[in-house]
């Protein structure tokens, strides 16, 4: 069995159902993970909050140049 945490669909599903324990050990030193959207104009940030709580934000993409 593989585990694709890398693909965007399995992480926007997997991150919000972690208990605190498990989010705690699948982030380690990481600050936040980021993961496409369905809507192409966007992304989720995934990030720890306060202690036990994760935070999901969508953020708008921005164009550089």
Known sequence: MLFRYYD???LR???PALSAADAADFFGPV???A???D???AF???RR???GRL????EPLRSFG
Do not use: M
Request: net charge negative.
């Open 13 to 15: 599903v997997f991150l």
């Open 31 to 33: 600050a936040a993970f």
């Open 8 to 10: 965007p669909r399995v």
């Open 55 to 58: 935070v999901k934000e969508a």
């Open 35 to 37: 993961a496409e959207s």
């Open 49 to 51: 909050g306060e202690p």
């Open 39 to 41: 809507d192409p104009s």
């Open 44 to 46: 989720h940030l995934f």
